[in-house]
């Protein structure tokens, strides 16, 4: 089991910047996959970012050159770095993982999830 905990929401202005943390405990996370995802009322949860082992990265077309995700092996921790908010970037973030090492959008293929943190950017 891998139990994932997200901090770092918040409510920020547009062009403003936040950054997301995801701190992870149970099995190995280096070896893991892991993934941001977000959600806002009434629609889908749709994927943000993600990053593998080898710190190969995939982003949603959205967020390419204003969101970075990272990850601190060490820390057990993954980051999502959001800069140049937009109001429409206004969501529940969530942070998953999985096993695997492909840096998949589908939120189907993530084994584990956290409780999500709010995101809010005013106009």
């Known amino acids: 089991q891998v139990q994932l905990r997200e901090s770092g929401g918040g409510l920020v202005q547009a062009g403003g910047s936040l950054r997301l943390s995801c701190a992870a405990s149970?099995?190995?996370?280096?070896?893991?996959?892991m993934g941001w995802f977000r959600q806002a009322p009434g629609k889908e949860r749709e994927f943000v970012a993600g990053?593998?082992?080898?710190?190969?990265?995939n982003y949603a077309d959205s967020v390419l050159g204003r969101f970075t995700i990272s990850r601190d092996n060490a820390k057990n921790t993954a980051y999502l770095q959001m800069n140049s908010l937009k109001p429409e970037d206004t969501a529940v973030y969530y942070c998953a993982a999985h096993p695997g090492t492909v840096v998949s959008g589908n939120r189907y293929v993530y084994n584990y999830w956290g409780q999500g943190t709010q995101v809010t950017v005013s106009s």
């Open positions: 149970g099995r190995t996370f280096s070896g893991y996959t």
């Open positions: 990053i593998n082992w080898s710190r190969s990265t």
